[in-house]
Every structure is written in structure tokens, then in C-alpha cells.
């Protein structure tokens, strides 16, 4: 499933616990997909807590806690770290990252708490939602075959690559124009994995965050930057991407189309993504300012420009998935809209 849709489901999931439909979810996916990520926005987008635990890390005695004797009899004591109304809130998210890579002996011991929500004495709050994630056994990691009792406790999804949804959240997260004009353009590079290789450094949505963080930081060092994008990326990748940002010096002036000057579009396809990527970077900084509509409106006349109208496309649906509604208040939307009518229906 897309990330966009599965947001969703586990947005939906979270919020089924209050009415008693929740169900436990499982994400499969390979590393660096953003299975982590998308749990940790479901809880920020809440503002609920969200307790992390990498169950590759445990032994059985940290989930069912340690025997202490009491009197005639022994008890267990409940670990801190699983939800407490008290010291968490009544509502949050209990995530089990790595349970593939969990020793079965963990496993088995997670099984009560995954379906049963109680562990002995002890039981999960009912606001609070069970997620869980895990590498499958061709991704090359450290995983073992899930238990058949423990699937059973789950509903699964595998979590699919998306360019859109990912364009989406790099503009949401202030990721650098220029990496998402490269993914653009080169967009099965988003992720770009082989196991039977065996890489160590290769294109994923979190491997190109980090190319983001290495672009902000080497960007005036030259001689690095190269060397650090092939770290974060692999070294194909990492040749391109440096390649293509070595050329955007041929960019046209971007403040100029902005203030609604007559600006050429250039010919060459990178360039012209990365104008796209550039300009809807702008729309996003200009959504809450006084001159929004001025420059959202500058912004559509040039994407009539592109020779192929479907650049122009490109750039307006990433533009409204960061804008929002504000795009269809711009006079010159309509324009914009009935010019390119024959060749698409726009996808809200």
C-alpha cells in the first residue's frame, strides 16, 4: 500500500481504540522505506505519546518482567517501559519496531500482549494502539520467519514506494528543492535496493534525508560534497545527484518568475525539474504570507510555459498537495486549468 493510504489506516486504527475496533497492525517493508516514520507522525499528528520498542534489543524477562517473591508467592514485576495511564496518558502508541529481527523466545513472548493486550497482571491502557514493523527474510537484514501465532495477531500491509507521497512529506519537512527536483527526475532512484549485492550505502527515502543533511552542510565545500553524497546514497546515485546540482547554475532567475517577469523555461528536462521544484518550494514559504495569491498566481503562468504541458502538471499537483485549497481561490487557476483541460483530469 502506498504510504499516502496507509497514513491513513493507521491514523484510522489509532483512533478505533476508544470504540474497541482496533486491531493490531503489522508493516512489512524493506530498510529505509519509512515504516518508523510513519508511526511517529500518526503519534505527532495526535500529539500523543509514542512509546518505542526495539524488540531485537529484548530478552523475554524485559517484556514479562523480573519474579520477585512476595510472601508465600512470586510475582513479576510490570518493566517501566510499557504504557501506563498514569505516568504516559490514557491514549498513545505502543510500537514494536524490529519484531522480525526478535529472537523467537521474544516473539513468544509478545504474542499475549499483541492480541490479548495484557501481559499477566498486567494490561495495555485502552487508548492505546499496537503498531509493529519489520524487514522481510529477502531484505538482507537480520530477520526470522514470523510464527504463524504471532501473524495471526496482526493485520498485515506492505509498505509501497510512492513518488508523490514522498514529494509530499520532503516538501511537508523542508527537504532541500534540489534533492526533490533530483528524485524527479530520476524518481526510481527513490529507492534503488538489491540485496543480493548486499549495499551498504544505497537510494532510500531515509538514506536521501540524509543526502538532504550532507547538501546543507558540504554545499560550500566541493571538495566533500561529492565523497558525502555517495556515503548517504551509494555511489551511483551519489555521482548523479552531485552532477545534477553542479548544473543548476544554469537555473533561471526563480525571483524573477516570482515577481511575475517574463522568464524562459529552459530546455534541458533536469533544469525543468528542478525550476518545478524550486517554485513549489516558494508557494510553500509564500502559503501564509500576504502576497500568496501573487505569487501562487505567478507561479501558474510560468507552468504554462513547459514545452510538454505535463511538467506543468507535475509542478501544479505538488503545488496543491502543499498548498491546499488556496490554489483554487488564485484567479489564475482557472486560466491555468482550462488551458491544459485536454490532456488530464486533475486529481484532488
Same mark, same amino acid.
Given at each position: 500500500?502506498?504510504?499516502? $493510504?496507509? /497514513?491513513?489506516?493507521?491514523?484510522?486504527?489509532?483512533?478505533?481504540?476508544? !470504540? =474497541? $475496533?482496533?486491531?493490531?497492525?503489522?508493516?512489512? =517493508?524493506?530498510? +529505509?522505506?519509512?515504516?518508523?516514520?510513519?508511526?511517529?507522525?500518526?503519534?505527532? +499528528? $495526535?500529539?500523543?505519546?509514542?512509546?518505542?520498542?526495539?524488540? @531485537? /534489543?529484548?530478552?523475554?524477562?524485559?517484556?514479562?518482567?523480573?519474579?520477585?517473591? *512476595?510472601?508465600?508467592?512470586?510475582?513479576?514485576?510490570?518493566?517501566?517501559?510499557?504504557? *501506563?495511564?498514569?505516568?504516559?496518558?490514557?491514549?498513545?502508541?505502543?510500537?514494536?519496531? #524490529?519484531?522480525?529481527?526478535?529472537?523467537? @523466545? &521474544?516473539?513468544?513472548?509478545?504474542?499475549?500482549?499483541?492480541?490479548?493486550?495484557?501481559?499477566?497482571? %498486567?494490561?495495555?491502557?485502552?487508548?492505546? !494502539?499496537?503498531?509493529?514493523?519489520?524487514?522481510?527474510?529477502?531484505?538482507? =537484514?537480520?530477520? %526470522?520467519?514470523?510464527?504463524?501465532?504471532? !501473524?495471526?495477531?496482526?493485520?498485515?500491509?506492505?509498505?509501497?514506494? *510512492? &513518488?508523490?507521497?514522498? &514529494?509530499?512529506?520532503?516538501?511537508?519537512?523542508?527537504?532541500?528543492?534540489?534533492?526533490?527536483?533530483?528524485?524527479?527526475?530520476?524518481?526510481?532512484?527513490?529507492?534503488?535496493?538489491?540485496?543480493?549485492?548486499?549495499?551498504?550505502?544505497?537510494?532510500?527515502?531515509?538514506?536521501?534525508?540524509?543526502? $538532504?543533511?550532507?547538501?546543507?552542510?558540504?554545499?560550500?565545500?566541493?571538495?566533500?560534497?561529492?565523497?558525502?553524497?555517495?556515503?548517504?546514497?551509494?555511489?551511483?546515485? =551519489?555521482? #548523479?545527484?552531485?552532477?545534477?546540482?553542479?548544473?543548476?547554475? /544554469?537555473?533561471?532567475?526563480?525571483?524573477?518568475?516570482? !515577481?511575475?517577469? #517574463?522568464?524562459?523555461?529552459?530546455?534541458?528536462?533536469?533544469? /525543468? %525539474?528542478?525550476?518545478?521544484?524550486?517554485? &513549489? +518550494?516558494?508557494?510553500?514559504?509564500?502559503?501564509?504570507?500576504? *502576497?500568496?495569491?501573487?505569487?501562487?498566481?505567478?507561479?501558474?503562468?510560468?507552468?504554462?510555459?513547459?514545452?510538454?504541458? #505535463?511538467?506543468?502538471?507535475?509542478?501544479?499537483?505538488?503545488?496543491?498537495?502543499?498548498?491546499?485549497?488556496?490554489?483554487?481561490?488564485?484567479?489564475?487557476?482557472?486560466?491555468?486549468?482550462?488551458?491544459?483541460?485536454?490532456?488530464?483530469? %486533475?486529481?484532488?
Amino acid at each position: 500500500m502506498r504510504p499516502g $493510504h496507509l /497514513q491513513r489506516v493507521l491514523d484510522k486504527e489509532f483512533l478505533s481504540t476508544e !470504540a =474497541g $475496533h482496533h486491531t493490531p497492525v503489522m508493516l512489512w =517493508g524493506a530498510p +529505509g522505506v519509512g515504516k518508523s516514520q510513519m508511526v511517529a507522525q500518526v503519534a505527532a +499528528g $495526535h500529539g500523543v505519546p509514542l512509546i518505542d520498542i526495539r524488540l @531485537s /534489543q529484548m530478552e523475554p524477562s524485559d517484556l514479562r518482567g523480573i519474579p520477585f517473591k *512476595n510472601g508465600d508467592s512470586v510475582e513479576w514485576a510490570i518493566p517501566a517501559m510499557l504504557p *501506563n495511564a498514569a505516568r504516559h496518558g490514557q491514549s498513545g502508541i505502543l510500537f514494536l519496531d #524490529e519484531i522480525t529481527s526478535a529472537p523467537p @523466545s &521474544v516473539s513468544a513472548a509478545a504474542y499475549q500482549l499483541i492480541l490479548d493486550r495484557r501481559l499477566g497482571n %498486567y494490561e495495555v491502557p485502552t487508548g492505546w !494502539a499496537i503498531f509493529a514493523a519489520g524487514n522481510r527474510q529477502g531484505d538482507r =537484514g537480520v530477520t %526470522y520467519t514470523m510464527p504463524a501465532p504471532l !501473524a495471526n495477531r496482526f493485520s498485515h500491509f506492505d509498505v509501497d514506494i *510512492n &513518488v508523490d507521497d514522498w &514529494v509530499a512529506w520532503a516538501y511537508k519537512n523542508n527537504i532541500d528543492d534540489r534533492i526533490i527536483a533530483f528524485v524527479r527526475f530520476r524518481p526510481e532512484l527513490l529507492f534503488d535496493f538489491d540485496p543480493a549485492h548486499n549495499p551498504v550505502a544505497f537510494p532510500s527515502p531515509r538514506s536521501w534525508e540524509f543526502a $538532504h543533511r550532507g547538501l546543507q552542510k558540504f554545499h560550500q565545500q566541493p571538495d566533500l560534497l561529492l565523497d558525502t553524497l555517495q556515503a548517504c546514497v551509494g555511489p551511483a546515485a =551519489g555521482i #548523479e545527484l552531485h552532477a545534477f546540482v553542479s548544473n543548476l547554475d /544554469q537555473l533561471p532567475d526563480i525571483d524573477a518568475i516570482i !515577481a511575475g517577469e #517574463e522568464v524562459g523555461v529552459p530546455t534541458e528536462i533536469d533544469l /525543468q %525539474y528542478a525550476v518545478a521544484s524550486s517554485l &513549489v +518550494g516558494r508557494a510553500i514559504r509564500a502559503k501564509d504570507s500576504d *502576497n500568496a495569491a501573487t505569487v501562487i498566481g505567478n507561479i501558474l503562468k510560468y507552468a504554462s510555459r513547459f514545452p510538454q504541458r #505535463e511538467m506543468g502538471v507535475m509542478l501544479v499537483s505538488d503545488m496543491h498537495r502543499a498548498v491546499g485549497e488556496l490554489l483554487f481561490t488564485v484567479p489564475e487557476f482557472s486560466q491555468w486549468s482550462n488551458a491544459i483541460a485536454d490532456i488530464m483530469l %486533475y486529481e484532488g
